[in-house]
């Protein structure tokens, strides 16, 4: 646990959403089961396993600390999280959680909850897959983004703030889909997207009608009984992505499963969409540094041909 309490004595004061531990990296022997988070104005410690209450003492005792010296004329919020055998605990330890509970990450403001689930309405590890977005949509007014598994819409929001056309964003979680209006609305962003909640695999027609996308963002569980299982289900996205590109178009593909690496999305690419060039893979950001680059969060950029190519 000493890592964990060296991270929190040395932190910074949290402005943006952020991650500040990630034991899960495997870079801290005997921490893997510890996250800590910042969700300003909340911090929102995590565990794997079960933690024993001298264990949270000491870690509160710790926070405390360390507040004290980096805003001392602001109370302490922290929430703790056990997930363990499929059962998820969660306690308000010190101070409140306001509601709503609005957070920043790179000019963009997002609602989050940290006091229910698992998901906390932002996915702090595609920090830079929205960066890349916000870059790669700059300038480009005429870009049209299909977002599958849009979740509560956050590249949505950094796509229309870079200035894109219009953002189709499609997920079966009507309440997480809501969350994503409210995000656009957050943003001043009324106009520009458009919202289905359905299941990805039976509305392709819908999809379809759209016509050709510049970027198709795929960002799907890793594994979510009834819905998607990355094993079977990733392949049947693959061999949709040439038609829904145009020419010269992006796919931004996601893949956050520890066990499945890079391999796995390059390889059944390299069969079920060889037209499509690889790119480029977006690192992660710096604070979820992985002993294995293979077991961290996977985000791989590839491109369409354009017509010239396509024709030559």
């Known amino acids: 646990m000493q890592a964990l309490l060296n991270a929190i004595a040395t932190m910074d004061l949290p402005t943006d959403a952020q991650r500040v531990f990630h034991g899960r990296g495997g870079l801290y022997p005997g921490c ?8 300003p104005p909340v911090l929102l410690l995590t565990s794997f396993q079960p933690a024993a209450e001298d264990e949270l003492a000491a870690i509160g005792a710790a926070l405390a600390a360390r507040w004290q010296q980096l805003a001392p004329d602001q109370a302490l919020n922290w929430v703790y999280q056990c997930r363990f055998d499929g059962r998820t605990e969660t306690r308000l330890m010190a101070g409140e959680v306001p509601d709503p509970h609005v957070v920043t990450e ?12 698992q998901n906390h309405g932002l996915f702090l590890d595609m920090a830079e897959g929205r960066r890349w977005v916000r870059a790669h949509v700059a300038g480009r007014t005429d870009c049209r983004v299909l977002n599958l598994f849009a979740y509560t819409c956050a590249f949505s929001v950094v796509a229309l703030q870079a200035g894109a056309k219009h953002v189709l964003n499609v997920d079966m979680g009507q309440g997480a889909i809501g969350i994503g209006q409210q995000n656009h609305r957050l ?16 509305t392709w027609g819908k999809i379809n009608r759209g016509g050709a996308y510049d970027l198709v963002i795929v ?3 890793s594994y979510q009984k009834g819905s998607f299982v990355a094993t079977k289900d990733y392949a049947r996205l693959m061999r949709r992505l040439p038609d829904l590109l145009m020419h010269g178009g992006h796919a931004l593909l996601c893949l956050n499963a520890p066990e499945l690496g890079v391999a796995f999305l390059q390889d059944q690419m390299a069969e079920l969409a060889p037209e499509l060039v690889f790119v ?7 604070a979820f540094a992985d002993v294995s680059m293979d077991r961290a969060l996977k985000v791989l950029v590839y491109r369409a041909p354009d017509t010239a190519v396509a024709n030559s």
């Open 32 to 39: 893997e089961h510890w996250a800590l988070d910042a969700f």
């Open 106 to 117: 790179q000019g963009a403001r997002y609602r989050v909850h940290v006091l229910k689930g």
């Open 187 to 202: 943003n001043g962003l009324d106009s520009g997207a458009s919202f289905l909640p359905h299941d990805i695999f039976t």
């Open 219 to 221: 960002d799907p569980p």
């Open 280 to 286: 480029e893979r977006v690192a992660n950001p710096a």
